[in-house]
Nanobody, 124 residues
Framework: QVRLVESGGGLVQAGGSLRLSCTSS????????MGWFRRFPGKEREFAAA????????YYSDSVKGRFTISRDNAKSTVYLQMNSLKPEDTAAYYC?????????????????WGQGTQVTVSS
């Protein structure tokens, strides 16, 4: 059974940084792309960042590009999201997910498994 556990969320002031982690088990982590999505209150989840199976390719939404960095450690079955220059509008629940394929994907429908989410709150 695939299990994803996110951590690292919390409360931070605008301009600050957080690093989210997502540790996966129950599947061959190094074979699949990983993604980070976020859900704002009352809205659907939206894509934030994705990384290919070997870390060679990354992709970001326009809203986080230049501020967030996705990375992975296949030896630890963990994907990270380094978030810098945080803004109040980044406040959301953040979810990691396992892609169906090895290449970078931004469509939520191409992700099979999801974590429970971790809350990020950015105060102004």
């Amino acid at each position: 059974q695939v299990r994803l556990v996110e951590s690292g969320g919390g409360l931070v002031q605008a301009g600050g940084s957080l690093r989210l982690s997502c540790t996966s088990s129950g599947h061959t982590f190094s074979n699949y792309a990983m993604g980070w999505f976020r859900r704002f209150p009352g809205k659907e989840r939206e894509f934030a960042a994705a990384i290919s199976y070997n870390g060679g390719s990354t992709y970001y939404s326009d809203s986080v590009k230049g501020r967030f960095t996705i990375s992975r450690d296949n030896a630890k079955s963990t994907v990270y999201l380094q978030m810098n220059s945080l803004k109040p509008e980044d406040t959301a629940a953040y979810y990691c997910a396992v892609g169906r394929y090895g290449s970078v994907q931004y469509d939520m429908r191409t992700y099979n498994y999801w974590g429970q989410g971790t809350q990020v709150t950015v105060s102004s």
